[in-house]
């Protein structure tokens, strides 16, 4: 029955909604905990137009060049997502964790985990505390993956540095929305594909870099090293990454409101950069020419561009309405995705 | 295979020595070895149906009160089976005396809707429990996938958890757990008319979204597990065509967690009395968690003690 109400939502769809959901559930129903992006990335290239040439740096970046002359806008996407690496294999056969990220710990207590592997995914359990303690936040996790011994665990095929994750699914809800975990950030991966399947490559001034960077939840590391690289030379960047909503019966409205459904946002002020109000000017008159729908506001948290600001880059991020961030249930509205593919179009286009 | 060489070998032997007698005591043998090829087979298929019966069971949904979609399930599943007022699922095996009762509680505490706000959210009270409740039960649907069994089907919906992000420079010191007064469920409606129309209204049930997970050497993990494999267990034991002493009315109850037991009562007031009862009960890890475990050997050794105990045997 949820199949069939998933069929009845996907045919009122239009055929941009269609799209940007099937490019966006095929990436967030991948794993790719910060330094492990392989498999992200993988799918990222599968879904790329034809004409697009791909090159891996030694940072696990993936980067697509486009247009002619000196000076490249950088729009940059970051792959990885939060989650825990094995740390150390118990005497007992329970793994260690380490945290990738920065995430409410209970939302993974006592939950289905996946360990991560080269080959097929090991499945285990993240076990409940074990001790009579009822305050909200948990002990330091373990995994179970049914062994009670070192030698057990190992020969399961677990090793010290897999990661892991819980099983995730895109689930469509009501209307345009979705529910998943990682939407942080595949839907800047999904908004760079959307643009570049578009891409009018003749109306281009000057280069443009398409950037899927790795390692953005522990340190913004991939866009890190892509800075380093492009240094002063850059015209301007773009993190197209999420703006985390106060849109939630939960959050207190005094910043951070955005609402779902209508449109991409301008994240003008965040904890790492703070955009010039006159680029925010300029980012308005694009959309409003292109009659692309923007929101302008200020949330919380880092992003990649803001590692080209210290060589004297101007970071113009945008992105999108988030409810739940960092939990199992973030949700988005897919028309935000459509808004944001068209306006990461025009930015590359037009300005 | 090796049954079927077995039977194989015995014929050809038969034909080798000629004679009646031979043959006849080879016959014999060949019926003993298919027999219990038959017996093998049997047992090993009901082993397979025990599994399998425990994960798709664990993946079903029952809040106390609210099993229909469960007992409907059961209905298809057992040939024979009926359903009662109260919604108890029974199947009489055997006739005559003495009239045994082996039973299996299929309900869960879950959550019914309790109001739908203006901007279409929706709020939950909880449905049994009481003061046996796990003390962080409702804490395990913060941030999670619940469903919502509404008059037009499922529909799936998350319950809001605060961003992590705007957590950060704020105080966070409530560490009290998260009760099921903090719960708003999200189907992603932007109003009250919104979520009637998905078919949800006051008292549909809610419950989390449940994915069985296999893992280690024959263990499966999800809610109420223990619960679920011993009706898996039960089932595969009625499924089996067991020998019957007597009668035997096995029972799936409900409300095992509500009103004083109504379910197991009504079973007893209407179809006895019986002069022995037995519940199926399992041994598992991790109670009232996401993640209860138990092992899949162990259903299928319960399945197989439940069809000696409706023949008879202690």
């Not at chain 1, 929101?295 to 919380?300: D, K, L, M, S």
């Not at chain 2, 043998?29 to 149906?49: D, H, P, R, Y």
């Not at chain 2, 209905?75 to 045994?100: C, E």
């Amino acid at each position: 029955m949820i199949l069939a109400l998933a069929a009845i939502l996907a045919i009122q769809d239009t055929s941009r909604v269609s799209e940007a959901q099937s490019v966006l559930s095929q990436l967030v129903e991948s794993y790719g905990v910060s330094g492990s992006e392989a498999p992200v990335r993988e799918v990222v290239k599968r879904l790329l137009p034809g004409w697009v040439k791909t090159e891996t740096d030694t940072a696990g970046n993936l980067w697509v060049r486009t247009g002619q002359g000196e000076g490249p806008v950088v729009i940059v996407a970051h792959m990885d997502e939060i989650g825990f690496r094995v740390d150390t294999i118990n005497a007992d056969g329970t793994l260690g964790l380490r945290n990738r990220g920065g995430f409410i710990l209970s939302l993974f207590e006592a939950r289905p985990a996946l360990i991560h592997t080269d080959r097929a995914d090991i499945p285990g359990i993240f076990l409940p505390r074990d001790s009579g303690l009822t305050r909200r936040t948990p002990p330091p996790l373990r995994v179970s993956v049914g062994a009670t011994t070192r030698a057990g665990a190992e020969s399961l095929g677990v090793k010290v540095g897999q990661t892991i994750t819980m099983p995730k699914q895109y689930v469509r809800l009501a209307g345009t929305l979705a529910t998943g975990r990682s939407f942080d950030d595949r839907m800047g991966c999904a908004a760079l594909i959307l643009a570049l399947r578009t891409l009018d490559r003749s109306k281009l001034r000057h280069p443009v870099v398409f950037l899927f960077s790795t390692r953005e939840e522990i340190g913004l590391e991939g866009a890190g090293a892509a800075a380093r690289q492009l240094g002063t030379a850059t015209r301007r960047v773009h993190a197209i990454d999420t703006f985390v909503s106060a849109d939630s019966p939960l959050e207190l409205q005094n910043f951070a409101v955005a609402k779902l459904g209508a449109g991409a946002v301008a994240r003008a002020l965040d904890n790492s950069s703070i955009t010039p109000p006159a680029y925010v000017d300029s980012l308005a008159g694009i959309a409003r020419a292109r009659g692309i729908a923007l929101q302008i506001g200020t949330t919380n948290g880092g992003n990649d561009g803001s590692t080209f600001v210290p060589y004297g880059v101007v970071d113009v991020p945008l992105g999108w309405p988030l409810r739940y961030s960092h939990s199992p249930v973030e949700i988005v509205d897919l028309k935000d995705l459509v808004s944001l593919a068209d306006l990461v179009r025009a930015v590359a286009e037009d300005w | 295979m090796m049954m079927e060489q077995a039977v194989k070998r015995q014929l050809r032997r038969s034909r080798d020595n000629g004679g009646g007698r031979a043959v006849a005591v080879d016959r014999r043998i060949c019926f003993l070895t298919v027999s219990t090829a038959v017996a093998v087979l049997t047992a090993s298929l009901s082993a397979q149906t025990a599994d399998s019966l425990a994960i798709r069971f664990s993946g079903m949904t029952a809040v106390t009160g609210y099993e229909q979609s469960m007992t409907d399930s059961l209905l298809a599943l057992l040939p024979g089976s009926v359903r009662d007022r109260t919604g108890n699922v029974t199947v009489s095996l055997g006739r005559g005396a003495p009239k045994r009762l082996v039973y299996c509680n299929l309900d869960e505490i879950g959550y019914a809707a309790g109001n739908i706000t203006d901007d279409g959210y929706i709020t939950l009270r909880r449905v049994g429990g009481g003061a046996r409740l796990y003390p962080l039960f409702d804490q395990q649907l913060e941030g999670q996938r619940v469903t919502l069994f509404g008059r037009r089907g499922p529909v799936p919906g998350v319950v809001a958890v605060r961003s992590t992000h705007l957590t950060r420079g704020r105080p966070t010191g409530n560490e009290a757990p998260f009760t099921v007064d903090n719960a708003y469920v999200d189907v992603g409606a932007a109003s009250r008319d919104e979520v009637l129309s998905l078919g949800i209204s006051l008292l549909t049930p809610v419950a989390l979204t449940k994915r069985p997970q296999r893992y280690g050497n024959g263990l499966l993990a999800a809610p109420n597990a223990g619960r679920r494999a011993a009706c898996a267990a039960l089932a595969s034991a009625a499924l089996a065509r067991p020998r019957v002493r007597g009668t035997v009315v096995v029972a799936f109850t409900v409300q095992s967690l509500y009103a004083d037991t109504a379910g197991l009562k009504t079973v007893v007031n209407l179809q006895g009395p019986f002069t022995d009862a037995r519940m199926v009960t399992l041994p598992s890890k991790f109670p009232d968690t996401p993640v209860e475990t138990v092992s899949l050997p162990d259903v299928a050794a319960l399945m197989a003690d439940v069809v000696k105990w409706i023949g008879g045997s202690q």
